[in-house]
Nanobody, 126 residues
Framework: QVQVVQSGGGLVQPGGSLRLSCEAS????????MAWFRQAPGKEREAVGC????????ILVDSVKGRFAISSDHAKRTMYLQMNSLRPEDTAVYYC???????????????????WGQGTQVTVSG
């Protein structure tokens, strides 16, 4: 059973930075995708971006392009989300998800992922 463990998050002022980590333990597959989603109060869960192990590619949604970056450590089955120039509208609970996925690009639909992390709060205020 794949366990997804997230770390990072917290409170930051507008313009600040945070880094989230996501480790998928017992993920023995060589071909997988990992994704970040977020859900703000009163809003639906939305994709932030994703990573494909098939070719190492990443996708970021338009609202975070130029501010956020996804990186990964394949050997550790770990993905990172570096968030810079944070805005109050980035405030949300951020979730990491993973699942088997043989081909790139990585999917950005939540229904494509069966294994989810516990979520971590990111609050941009000040």
């Amino acid at each position: 059973q794949v366990q997804v463990v997230q770390s990072g998050g917290g409170l930051v002022q507008p313009g600040g930075s945070l880094r989230l980590s996501c480790e998928a333990s017992d993920l023995t597959l060589d071909f997988y995708a990992m994704a970040w989603f977020r859900q703000a109060p009163g809003k639906e869960r939305e994709a932030v971006g994703c990573f494909s192990s098939a070719d190492g590619s990443t996708i970021l949604v338009d609202s975070v392009k130029g501010r956020f970056a996804i990186s990964s450590d394949h050997a550790k089955r770990t993905m990172y989300l570096q968030m810079n120039s944070l805005r109050p509208e980035d405030t949300a609970v951020y979730y990491c998800a993973t699942d088997f996925h043989h081909f790139a690009p990585c999917p950005t639909a939540a229904r494509q992922y069966d294994y989810w992390g516990q979520g971590t709060q990111v609050t941009v205020s000040g």
